[in-house]
């Protein structure tokens, strides 16, 4: 027998089965765990990240909007807390609850479908429907409250989940509906305060992010980031509910009486210039937007713009104190009308010539005189007072479409429209414009743009004031006094004796323009008065417009309706009654009267030649 040293060379070790079995794994756990580590340890194509990223969930965390409040505190629009219920319907089946008592019991998905929908107040049928299917997310309900969100948490249904939301409330409704404003249905602003200050109320979403297993739930030892949300700011509005609910009242029914298009009335402190109220005789409530007209969605005082009328003469009237052209009793021979050239300018009614005084030029609101002293002044003069005044320019109030009005140059007026414009045609502007420029006059001059966010506090108690805009000199005390003398003429001698107010000295002016259409020409009336009180130190000022309300010229004015919310507002604000008489200008100087003791002289009655104008006081 040959030795393995020596004997057959051929001879080569012999390799089991089970040995190259084991060979072959050992290679394969080789490969793999090289893969592993190319792919988890150098990941050179960021696999690992990928596939991080596709097991991260990201919730939103909405952030409360905040309030808008009036200028007493009380809330016009809030956030509720909400939650919106869901369901993973591959996880609905039937389980053990275990009950307080920590005894045990059977829920069916049948079950679990009669006990949701009692919570919820729904159908049956509506959740057996939400609940049945393959989806790993879907709605149950939405926006349903803490409450109910309460009982679906007692009922520990492993399957059914709760989402906080927010829903926006409007506990005022109507009230100040379209100064407020509303939210769409993607929580869009809409309107009002809601839309002009949405970037301070609507705060900043934040956000959570973790990882979820491949059947949809949350690993609960995989790490979280949270970026918690900033809630919104609250704002804090000059409006004052009470005033604005008794003024929308009170225009609403006048408007309806007269079956006007529309009406409105603003409500301003004439001291600072914030508005207390800017009521529409309809208007929208923000819980239930949709139900309102496109026309209601704004605040008419602030996006229409209409012709002033003689309200308009106010601004005239203290041009010319200013420019001191005339004083209240200065005398103008007014006669029955102007003709002039081929053109002729007439009064609401008939007279012969007569010597008036100024103040009583403008107690019964004559357009003639009007343009006699007005026409002191050169075009230019006339256009720069109104556009000092703001004509022709929008105030800045806090509200989206905001009319500048029209004031057009004073080379591209017409030869009639450069002295109607005096009495306050050939020119356009918003109610809200007409009573800033009341509001400058009993200001002693001083115009203060008018406002509405009084302040806006954040969620950390910090509370920002906006900057208040500077007030503008556009006439001199002198000249802002002596109009209010006029104003308060028509009110004790002049058309607007209606507009008194007991126990209160009241100056102010009606105006009555004619409303242009749409079709070209005219198709009704503008009608207005505004004033302000009490006379002695003014304090409030109230505009009322109604727009082509029905019935006679001369009996669809509103003063009746400025006292009523005046009264009101005085009283509100317990203003003490007034204890000096009223001025005493006469609206005529007698034909006897000696002239060598004439208060003041008597306006030369040289004037260029004005344009035909027939315009209703």
Avoid: C
């Amino acid at each position: 027998m040959s030795s393995p040293a020596t004997g057959n060379a051929s001879w080569r070790p012999r390799w089991t089965r089970a040995q190259v079995g084991i060979a072959l794994l050992l290679a394969l756990l080789l490969v793999v765990a090289g893969k592993l580590f190319w792919v988890q340890g150098l990941d050179p194509t960021g696999r690992a990240e990928a596939a991080a990223e596709s097991r991260t969930q990201t919730e939103v965390i909405p952030a409360v909007r905040g309030d808008i409040k009036d200028t007493n505190g009380e809330v016009l629009a809030r956030t509720l807390q909400r939650y919106d219920i869901t369901v993973d319907q591959t996880a609905v089946a039937a389980y053990t609850r275990v009950k307080e008592d920590q005894s045990t019991e059977e829920v069916t998905p049948t079950q679990a479908v009669y006990e949701i929908a009692d919570a919820l107040s729904l159908p049956d049928t509506e959740v057996k429907n939400a609940l049945d299917g393959d989806k790993t997310f879907n709605y149950v309900a939405r926006g349903v409250t803490p409450e109910q969100y309460g009982k679906i948490q007692d009922l520990n249904l492993p399957y059914v989940f709760g989402q906080p939301t927010f829903q926006r409330s409007y506990p005022n409704g109507a009230v100040g509906g379209s100064i407020v404003g509303f939210l769409g249905g993607d929580n869009e602003a809409l309107g009002g305060i809601e839309q002009t200050q949405d970037d301070k109320l609507r705060g900043v979403n934040g956000e959570r992010r973790y990882e979820i297993s491949g059947d949809g739930v949350r690993i609960p030892v995989a790490p979280q980031e949270l970026q918690s949300p900033q809630d919104g700011a609250d704002v804090q509005l000059s409006m004052d509910s009470d005033v604005q609910y008794f003024a929308q009242q009170a225009v609403s029914e006048r408007a309806e009486e007269l079956n006007a298009e529309w009406g409105s009335a603003v409500v301003m402190d004439i001291k600072s210039g914030k508005v207390l109220a800017m009521a529409d005789s309809s208007t929208v409530d923000p819980n239930v937007p949709g139900e309102a007209e496109g026309e209601d969605l704004g605040v008419r005082s602030v996006t229409h713009a209409v012709e002033p009328g003689s309200t308009q003469k106010i601004l005239t009237t203290a041009a010319v104190m200013d420019q001191g052209i005339a004083n209240p009793d200065t005398e103008i021979t007014v006669p029955p009308h102007l003709q002039i050239d081929s053109e002729k300018i007439t009064d609401a009614f008939d007279h012969g010539t007569q010597n008036r005084t100024v103040a009583g030029i403008i107690a019964d609101s004559m357009n003639t005189g009007t343009v006699i002293m007005g026409s002191k002044m050169d075009k230019q003069t006339r256009h720069d007072y109104m556009a000092n005044f703001g004509v022709g320019q929008s105030t800045g109030i806090e509200l989206p479409g905001e009319t500048s009005g029209i004031l057009a140059p004073a080379d591209d007026w017409d030869f009639r429209q450069q002295f109607t414009v005096l009495f306050g045609q050939g020119v356009s502007q918003s109610p809200l414009r007409t009573a800033s420029i009341f509001q400058a006059v009993a200001n002693d001059g001083v115009l203060i743009e008018p406002r509405l966010v009084e302040s806006t506090e954040e969620a950390d108690g910090s509370v920002t004031t906006p900057e208040q805009p500077e007030g503008k000199r556009v006439v001199s005390p002198e000249a802002a006094q002596q109009t209010m003398d006029v104003m308060e003429t028509v009110v004790t001698e002049g058309g607007a004796k209606e507009a008194a107010v007991p126990g209160y000295r009241v100056g102010g002016k009606t105006g009555t323009a004619e409303a242009p259409s749409d079709q070209g020409g005219y198709d009704g009336y503008t009608t207005s008065f505004v004033g302000v009180a009490p006379m002695e130190d003014p304090q409030y000022l109230v505009a009322v417009t109604l727009q082509r309300p029905e019935g006679d010229v001369h009996t669809i004015g509103v003063t009746e309706t400025f006292s009523t919310i005046m009264e009101q507002v005085l009283h509100h604000y317990n203003v003490p009654p007034s204890t000096t008489d009223p001025v005493e200008i006469p609206k005529e100087v007698p034909d006897n009267l000696d002239r060598s003791v004439t208060p003041t002289n008597a306006l030369d009655q040289t004037w260029p030649s004005p344009a035909r104008e027939e315009s209703q006081g």
